[in-house]
């Protein structure tokens, strides 16, 4: 076959597929713009939206700390920078928040200088994707952060000022920060610190520090209702029978073993890899953990493949699992989508790049915040 007819039929391939899954976007996107049962929105609809409309009109955000599971359990800043939201139309504010969710993601992509439109159509067929629209949470926010963080790595500024928003909206992040302090980003560690926290303080001044003493309680209350039906390390070994003290230990060695991982790759100058070791390590220590929650493999995995692959249609599998679940063979599926995202973006490829270096999209010149460093052997 000649080279000419070689590229006509690749090039036939790529219109195909992206029609393909553009058509299956299309699809979705019908099916919630219709949205029957008026379900969409879940999390901002039944949480974030009332937790405004409370501080908008002079109480707290925050219940007791006995409240059933569901209500809003996030740091008041979250709520305070929803207070926009409720000058909207109840009616128009949730397809709003929806459709600034599915505009995060595809920022998120855009940042990290993915071109290829079929990774965006594949990434808005994912399970994944739809979980976290259908919910409207902040997940879709984190994954933007996240990809803001490792675009302007070098920047402590701005780097530090990305994960000093998303870690104290969710703390299960922290393992970002033994990132941080592994790759040696020690000022970008300070501006997290002194933003995360100087927030979260002003914020919880803005509103009285109401629910501040019973905020702890809340967690664990949230925790013990959600996390048994959860897809989390620890909601996995209870539903197979294990004590929940031996739950928890290997929870705690997984967790270790990711963050040695972490600070082994940054030895070795794999800035990448650490990265990605953190994200999993962060993924690991939660207990509680939905589906949209894996939405945060999708930076790794861009910086990894930024062109599109059959690696970009796994998560499409997660369609076959339910929101919440008691069966343990249900729970390991997105765990084990999840373990092979990381292991897609940590295995052996042909090149790495230094703690200093680009990522593929940066050497396209799209990382104007990180100096292209030289590429060492796997």
């Not at 009332?50 to 908008?56: D, G, K």
């Not at 359990?73 to 709520?79: D, K, R, S």
């Not at 990290?112 to 902040?138: C, H, K, M, Q």
């Not at 003493?213 to 209702?225: D, I, K, N, W």
Request: include cysteine; glycine fraction near 8%; charged fraction near 10%.
């Amino acid at each position: 076959m000649s080279a000419f007819a070689s590229r006509r039929r690749l090039g036939g391939w790529r219109l195909a597929t992206t029609g393909l899954l553009l058509a299956g976007v299309a699809a979705l996107v019908a099916g919630t713009i219709v949205d029957p049962q008026h379900t969409m929105g879940w999390d901002f609809r039944g949480a974030y939206l009332p937790a405004a409309e409370a501080i908008v009109h002079g109480r707290s955000p925050y219940l007791a700390a006995t409240s059933p599971a569901g209500h809003y359990v996030y740091p008041p800043q979250l709520a305070l920078a929803l207070v926009p939201f409720t000058v909207l139309p109840h009616g128009l504010s949730i397809p709003v928040a929806v459709l600034l969710s599915a505009s995060l993601v595809a920022a998120a992509l855009a940042v990290l200088g993915i071109r290829d439109l079929r990774v965006y159509a594949a990434v808005f067929l994912w399970a994944p994707t739809w979980n976290e629209l259908d919910t409207a949470s902040v997940s879709a926010a984190l994954v933007l952060a996240l990809a803001l963080a490792w675009r302007y790595r070098d920047s402590a500024l701005r780097c530090g000022s990305a994960l000093g928003l998303a870690i104290p909206a969710k703390i299960f992040l922290w393992p970002l920060v033994v990132w941080l302090v592994a790759t040696r980003r020690l000022r970008a560690l300070g501006v997290s610190l002194l933003l995360g926290l100087g927030l979260t303080a002003l914020a919880w001044a803005a509103i009285g520090f109401d629910g501040l003493t019973s905020y702890p309680g809340m967690l664990r209350a949230l925790e013990r209702a959600e996390a048994p039906h959860s897809y989390s390390l620890t909601a996995i070994a209870t539903s197979f029978g294990l004590p929940a003290g031996l739950g928890r230990a290997l929870v705690l060695l997984a967790v270790g073993a990711l963050l040695i991982g972490c600070v082994a790759c940054t030895r070795r100058g794999d800035d990448l890899r650490a990265f990605t070791f953190s994200i999993a390590a962060a993924l690991a220590v939660t207990p509680i953990m939905w589906e949209h929650f894996l939405l945060v493999l999708l930076v790794p995995l861009a910086v990894a493949r930024p062109g599109f692959s059959p690696i970009w249609l796994l998560p499409i599998a997660l369609w076959i699992t339910p929101r919440a679940t008691s069966d343990p063979v249900e729970k390991v599926l997105p765990v084990l989508v999840g373990a092979v995202l990381v292991a897609v973006v940590v295995g052996p490829v042909r090149h790495r790049l230094r703690v200093s270096g680009t990522s593929p999209a940066a050497s396209q010149g799209l990382d104007d915040a990180a100096p292209v460093g030289r590429e060492v052997p796997a």
